[in-house]
């Protein structure tokens, strides 16, 4: 942690059909998770909402773990799931920065990242 963050940070996943059209219904929820070289951390699991967004609060915390244990910045993937089966899996982004601070005024940029949209074939 930098000092000027509290170690809490928000991932915003879009999911859209083929339409483009946000993905809505009943029965989608989404996953997120750090990719590491031994077991990937799982960050959270959300419901979709109504216009097609997962909205996780992830900590510090839970990026670091035995097989990265000095680990800042996270390779984040997504996964969605309808009605508990996977149906799409995002590519990895790496190395998502969550602490930056702006050049002048020293006060952190990034603790909200948004993703996507992502396009689910159904």
Avoid at 63 to 82: A, C, H, M, V
Wanted: charged letters at 30%; one cysteine or more; aromatic letters at 10%.
């Amino acid at each position: 942690m930098n000092g000027k963050t509290s170690g809490l940070f928000c991932a915003i996943a879009r999911f859209n059909e083929e339409s483009g059209k946000p993905l809505t219904g009943e029965g989608w929820t989404a996953s997120v998770r750090d990719r590491d070289t031994l077991l990937d951390d799982h960050l959270g699991r959300v419901e979709v909402d109504a216009d097609g967004v997962a909205t996780f609060l992830l900590s510090v915390a839970d990026i670091k773990s035995i097989d990265s244990p000095g680990e800042r910045n996270p390779d984040l993937y997504f996964t969605l799931f309808y009605d508990g089966r996977e149906v799409f899996r995002s590519e990895v982004i790496e190395n998502v920065d969550f602490e930056s601070l702006h050049r002048v005024s020293g006060d952190p940029v990034k603790i909200t990242r948004e993703f996507g949209p992502y396009t689910v074939k159904l």
